[in-house]
């Protein structure tokens, strides 16, 4: 009898034990996975955005919006904030894929200026076949 008054606060002592030890390191293995799974989201986004940015329209016609001297300004602005929009988001698109460079290497050709509209979509294909890895180690089976 006197075997089991102490097994009770031996187990609990080392269910103390096992608890603080294994705690940080489940928070910081679940920490990890989350962030990784966060750089993969925004880079797919970045990706989508910079595709859209490329097709940014240059021109309207007149009809459309009105032969007005401000309408006229507009046209004039237009092709000039097009590029700074795809410029801002091609930027965008690249710091986001550099940020993934720990957990993936993408295969893409990121030396050229412009990127290809084939591009964008095989980088949106190995970003969300990559994600979705991501997410079974996470789950552990399919989403």
Not at 52 to 62: E, F, I, K, Q
Not at 65 to 84: Q, T, V
Not at 86 to 105: D, G, H, K, N, W
């Amino acid at each position: 009898m006197q075997t089991i008054t102490w097994l009770g606060p031996v187990l609990a002592l080392v269910g103390v034990l096992v608890g603080a030890l294994f705690a940080p390191l489940a928070a910081t293995r679940f920490g990890w996975q989350t962030s990784r799974r966060v750089a993969f989201d925004h880079a797919i986004a970045s990706v989508r955005i910079a595709q859209l940015a490329a097709n940014y329209p240059r021109t309207v016609n007149l009809v459309e919006i009105g032969d007005s001297e401000e309408a006229r300004a507009y046209l004039r602005e237009l092709p000039i904030k097009g590029f700074e929009k795809y410029r801002e988001s091609t930027q965008e698109m690249r710091s986001a894929l550099a940020a993934l460079a720990p957990y993936l290497t993408l295969t893409w050709n990121d030396t050229q200026w412009q990127t290809r509209d084939e591009t964008y979509e095989s980088l949106l294909c190995q970003l969300k076949k990559a994600r979705r890895r991501t997410l079974i180690l996470y789950w552990g089976n399919e989403p």
